[in-house]
């Protein structure tokens, strides 16, 4: 299985921004999703192999995802937050194919981010 580690979590005001790392040993479709307390989990975003890219709704027009191949590392560059942004953030990878926001393998152990009002 991949090894997954998130970081960058923080508190940020409302129009902030934030930028997520998450560090692995190798590089395959790799994903972030949320989930906020007493919610469902929730796709962000996700980029292939081959750099092609696609955004959840909550995401489109304020988040990049982005990856650094040569540093085995994943970015979540997130703009303008909202406090609907307050959730625990985690990286994932899969092997697979199919639909792009779900088969996911491993999965990281997450990072905090909170947006105030």
């Known amino acids: 299985q991949v090894q997954l580690v998130e970081s960058g979590g923080g508190l940020v005001q409302a129009g902030g921004s934030l930028q997520l790392s998450c560090r692995t040993a190798?590089?395959?479709?790799m994903a972030w999703f949320r989930q906020a307390p007493g919610k469902e989990r929730e796709f962000v975003a996700a980029i292939s192999e081959s750099d092609g890219t696609w955004y959840g709704d909550s995401a489109k027009g304020r988040f990049t995802i982005a990856r650094d191949n040569s540093k085995n590392t994943l970015y979540l560059n997130m703009n303008r937050l909202r406090p609907e942004d307050t959730a625990v953030y985690y990286c994932?990878?899969?092997?697979?194919?199919?639909?792009?926001?779900?088969?996911?393998?491993?999965w990281g152990q997450g990072t905090q981010v909170t947006v105030s009002s």
């Open positions: 994932a990878a899969r092997h697979t194919g199919g639909l792009i926001t779900t088969g996911y393998e491993s």
């Open positions: 190798t590089m395959t479709t």
